[in-house]
């Protein structure tokens, strides 16, 4: 059931996917992917894995890990529900997007430049002195960062206030973010959590990405975050919880969070750290080391590139 339909003139290669084949902006179309669309979806995931080993290995500095857990989600959202105009990204109807987790901009930096937002062979001036593309997301310089982020815990207050201002402005976008699971031990998400409840802010869709690890080993060991879900729910929230690798999933978890009512949507997203690249998946030491020349190249020749 087509639920919004928007059209601009403007070309953006983001949006030439299956059937869903408009310019400028994507429909908002509430349907089942088809396998079209998740080969398109896991070829854009490689993608943007690609550039994200490369990006951090010529930086020589930057996060993989949380990068590499996040990609399918980002990837999903981007491609196939949010409505956005690479060509006018002050687009005052856009959907919103925040990444609360800010040290994961690579994966969103990949994306962005995917979509069209700036050139993809910019990627690799990452954390270079006078780049767009910092280590952390800046609004200020970045075409289509919404939010700068990185001070953890802070960005689902920007969300927030964000969704408020949406009902202000008649409810005519939507707003996603993305937090983190280590840094959900920040009071300030709960803060915000309570205040999205309180507001009923049904406009505000969250992906919490669970990989499990921070930069100091196991989140269970560090600061016992479980049960999540119940948590979550205790805070007037509407949890769902889902494998974040799995399109079909995120995608029906994106579209039962439209449905929802009176509360705010949460996506407990399970995912691995480092995903995609073997000797990174599950391993700590990744959160913030970049790779070294020998992990790179046999981490693109995972992925199925070369350096």
């Known amino acids: 059931m087509e639920r919004e339909y928007i059209f601009l003139g403007a070309t953006c290669r983001a949006c030439c996917y299956a059937k869903n084949l408009i310019y400028g902006v ?25 550039h994200i080993i490369r990006m951090i290995y010529h930086a020589k500095s930057g996060h993989p890990g949380g990068s590499l857990s996040a990609t399918d989600i980002l990837v999903t959202l981007y491609f196939k529900y949010l409505r956005h105009d690479p060509k ?8 919103r997007f925040v990444l609360s987790k800010g040290h994961a901009v690579p ?100 992906f919490l990405d669970r990989n499990n690890l921070q930069i100091d080993g196991c989140t269970e060991n560090i600061m016992c975050l479980e049960p999540l879900a119940r948590k979550w729910e205790a805070f007037g929230w509407h949890v769902i919880e889902i494998n974040g690798h799995d399109f079909r999933q ?10 929802v009512k009176g509360k705010p949507a949460m996506i407990i997203a399970r995912t691995v750290k480092g995903k995609g690249v073997s000797f990174m998946e599950n391993n700590v030491a990744f959160h913030g080391k970049p790779p070294n020349k020998d992990e790179a190249e046999r981490a693109m020749k995972e992925l199925g590139d070369v350096l």
């Open 26 to 50: 994507h429909m908002r179309v509430e349907t089942m992917l088809t396998e079209n669309d998740i080969q398109y979806l896991s070829d854009k995931a490689l993608a943007v894995r690609r």
């Open 88 to 95: 006018n990204p002050g687009w005052l109807e856009r959907d």
């Open 107 to 206: 994966a969103l930096y990949a994306v962005l430049a995917e979509c069209g937002y700036f050139p993809v062979e910019e990627l690799l001036t990452l954390r270079k002195i006078n780049s767009r593309l910092q280590g952390h997301p800046d609004a200020k310089k970045t075409p289509g960062i919404e939010a700068s982020t990185g001070s953890l815990g802070q960005g689902l207050s920007i969300a927030v206030g964000m969704a408020l201002a949406s009902r202000l402005d008649g409810g005519k976008y939507r707003v996603y973010a993305m937090i983190g699971d280590g840094e959900s031990e920040s009071g300030q998400i709960w803060e915000a959590g309570m205040a999205a409840a309180h507001f009923k802010l049904d406009n505000l869709t969250v």
């Open 250 to 259: 995120i995608a029906n978890a994106i579209e039962e969070s439209w449905k």
